[in-house]
């Protein structure tokens, strides 16, 4: 730990004295390190990534919940595998932002490429712009929030968890999709196979609203959005079916 | 007087035989493809159509018994803090818990650990019974990411990035619902009786660049401890190789078409991928022209069966084997003394292959408790290490015959081959000549 980088705080503070890394200096190496050293319990819960200018793998394989800010945009999978912290990018995230994410919570404040929320299997990733192609692919128990819209492809193979869409979803949405469920506000271009359209029903208005309630999203009513989910016809393989894929 | 025509021998097509004709006829029957366990059975060019020169007046050999042969390897020692040193060169292959029993898989890892190698993964994450009975276990990060975790990934000894397999290169995998018990369902995060579709391209990474990439963040999460593997089928060996090694692997695992798979189809498993002999030059090729032979070692595996297959592998310039079908035969699978029950169900001792319909008298591809009863993993596990012992005490033989004090010193120039094919592929001279196909002159 580079003493010289803890940042003035408040007195009252002091104890939570918050550490700034800047990676115009040191390496993404010192940085992932540092995160991964921290004791159980550790009261150094709060970080500041500065220039992070497009890094790839930064602040991967957080296990503490600590809070970590990265002033700019990175490059691919941002807080990968995540379990505990809380990310935030001020700026636009790169591929597989949040991918495998365990628990914990990322949010993007710009837009977020390809693969975002990848394989998740817990945790809450909140991208506040547009999401790139494949959003939530082979998700398993993520909670996703996409402000904007959503590339084509999106929760592919999806298998558990929410992904929640405030505008517009591309091309073959769902497409494979098991047991996670949709929620979209605008239009869908197309769904994939053995996605399909489902009722809302008020476990569903609450979940949802929960969601919402947890992604900061004030603007929005559970009701203006649409579920989507498993027609579940493709669980077992039936040759009468292969035209599906 | 009348004149007979002797009547004439009835013939089969030699194109149309008995086995392409009853699968006609179960296609039509059934309106869908073959699937099966295991690798190619086709005949290919193999590590048979090799042989050792042995000693001569211009080599002399060692001692069988008094002097020594070394079999130890080190993997990984390009990037990682921790490469693993195994005593032997035999590693065991990825295999899934789901595909296979939990007594195997930890009788996999009691053998690997009694003859001091590894034990991998596979396509269902990690258990309790193999990490625990494992003393060096290799992590599998697959495209389905079914069961992976960062705690798991720690406390790995490896990571081995699966690109493809031998036995369906390109291709994803399925394990039918009969398998998913409750447990495996659990650790795949999918409801339970339903097939489990395994992608065939990982949902994060595509291409060369992305794989650097993805290599990095694996080392940045587990603190640039583990030796990282990248795990190729047999389809095009020399740019694979060079592109992992451009990637930044540690290590990596060339899978030619006899490596076995728990379930693929027929028609994946016999027409697609290249035999395991006509990878291993091509790869050491790749490594060479890089300067990274020995430097990023080099595992092949499929269709590994003797200590005669390891030695020749090394030979080629391979650093180690893995070793999957022979490791489960040696478990118990496909044994005669179940024979009564393999034809049952329309098989017999020695063909049985469908590892995915989790009938196995054996008790080791399913997930039936009464069936898994029958692995003991003690005792199974002593089956592997003893037959480990004997493949590694077979690949010194060897060795030792060609004047060498380690098994690694084994060298093309140490063989020869049966037939122009493996002459070619191996890149070594047809036997009693000094032609070698491919390399100039007739």
Redesign the interface.
């Given at each position: 730990m580079n003493i010289s980088n803890v940042a003035a705080a408040p007195a009252r503070e002091m104890e939570f004295a918050r550490h700034v890394f800047d990676l115009a200096e040191q390496s993404?190496?010192e940085l992932?390190?540092a995160l991964?050293g921290l004791a159980r319990g550790s009261n150094e819960t709060s970080w500041e990534v500065l220039n992070p200018k497009g890094s790839?793998?930064v602040a991967?394989?957080v296990?503490q919940p600590v809070a970590v800010d990265v002033r700019g945009s990175v490059?691919?999978?941002c807080g990968?595998?995540n379990?505990g912290g809380t990310i935030t990018v001020h700026g636009s995230a790169g591929?597989?932002v949040g991918?495998?994410m365990?628990s914990g919570s990322i949010v993007v404040k710009g837009d977020a490429s390809?693969?975002a929320g990848?394989?998740g299997?817990g945790g809450l990733l909140v991208i506040e712009g547009n999401a790139s192609s494949?959003c939530g692919?082979?998700m398993?128990?993520i909670d996703i929030v996409v402000r904007g819209n959503i590339g084509h492809m999106s929760a592919?193979?999806a298998?558990?968890g929410n992904l929640v869409v405030l505008g517009d979803a591309g091309d073959a949405l769902g497409d494979?999709i098991?047991?996670a469920r949709l929620f979209v506000r605008g239009k869908v271009k197309s769904l994939g196979a053995d996605c399909i359209k489902k009722e809302m029903r008020p476990e569903h208005i609450a979940l949802l609203q929960d969601l919402l309630d947890r992604a900061g999203i004030r603007d929005a009513k559970p009701e203006e959005f649409t579920r989507y989910g498993s027609a579940r016809k493709l669980?077992?393989?039936n040759?009468d079916n292969a035209d599906a894929y | 007087m009348s004149y007979h025509n002797p009547p004439t021998t009835p013939r089969k097509s030699a194109t149309f035989d008995d086995y392409t004709l009853s699968e006609i006829r179960r296609a039509a029957a059934?309106?869908?493809y073959d699937i099966r366990g295991a690798g190619a059975k086709r005949k290919v060019p193999h590590f048979d159509d090799l042989l050792f020169l042995g000693a001569s007046i211009s080599r002399y050999p060692l001692e069988g018994y008094r002097e020594r042969c070394g079999t130890n390897v080190v993997l990984g020692s390009r990037h990682a803090k921790k490469p693993i040193e195994l005593k032997i060169p035999i590693t065991i292959a990825g295999m899934s818990f789901g595909s296979l029993s939990g007594p195997a898989k930890e009788a996999l890892g009691r053998g690997a650990t009694l003859s001091g190698t590894s034990t991998t993964t596979g396509d269902g994450g990690m258990t309790e019974e193999e990490r625990g009975h494992s003393k060096t276990l290799v992590y599998q990060y697959l495209p389905?990411?079914y069961g992976?975790?960062?705690?798991d990934?720690r406390r790995a000894d490896a990571i081995e990035v699966v690109v493809g397999q031998g036995a369906k290169p390109g291709g994803g995998g399925?394990l039918?619902?009969q398998k998913i018990s409750d447990r495996v369902a659990e650790m795949?995060?999918?409801?339970k009786?339903?097939?489990q579709?395994s992608?065939c391209r990982h949902?994060?990474?595509t291409g060369p660049d992305?794989l650097e990439?993805?290599i990095?963040?694996l080392r940045?999460?587990?603190?640039?401890e583990k030796p990282i593997y990248v795990k190729v089928g047999g389809a095009r060996p020399y740019y694979d190789t060079a592109l992992a090694v451009k990637a930044g692997a540690d290590v990596v695992v060339v899978d030619g078409m006899q490596g076995g798979t728990a379930a693929t189809q027929e028609v994946f498993i016999e027409n697609v991928g290249q035999p395991t002999l006509a990878c291993i030059r091509p790869a050491v090729k790749a490594l060479q022209d890089l300067g990274m032979h020995r430097k990023v070692q080099l595992i092949v595996s499929g269709g590994i069966r003797n200590g005669a297959d390891v030695a020749k592998a090394l030979a080629l310039g391979a650093d180690a084997v893995s070793i999957g079908t022979a490791a489960l035969v040696a478990l118990g699978d496909n044994d005669p003394h179940w024979e009564e029950e393999y034809q049952k169900l329309g098989a017999t001792a020695g063909a049985y292959d469908d590892w995915h319909e989790g009938k196995d008298p054996a008790g080791i591809t399913t997930q039936d408790p009464e069936l898994m009863k029958r692995v003991d993993p003690i005792l199974a596990g002593r089956r592997l290490a003893n037959y480990l012992k004997v493949m590694t005490l077979e690949a010194q033989t060897i060795a030792r015959a060609c004047g060498k004090n380690h098994v690694h010193n084994l060298e093309p120039e140490d063989l020869c081959a049966l037939s122009i094919e493996a002459a070619a592929m191996a890149g070594v001279p047809l036997a009693g000549t000094g032609w070698v196909p491919g390399q100039g002159g007739f």
């Open positions: 993404l190496r992932n390190q991964h790839h793998s991967v394989g296990d490059g691919y999978y990968g595998m379990a591929p597989g991918e495998n365990m390809q693969y990848a394989t299997r494949r692919i082979s398993k128990g592919f193979m298998q558990s494979s098991y047991e669980y077992n393989f040759i | 059934t309106g869908i389905s990411r992976m975790n960062p705690r990934l399925m039918l619902g795949r995060t999918l409801p009786g339903i097939d579709r992608a949902p994060d990474w992305d990439i993805k990095l963040e940045e999460i587990t603190d640039w």
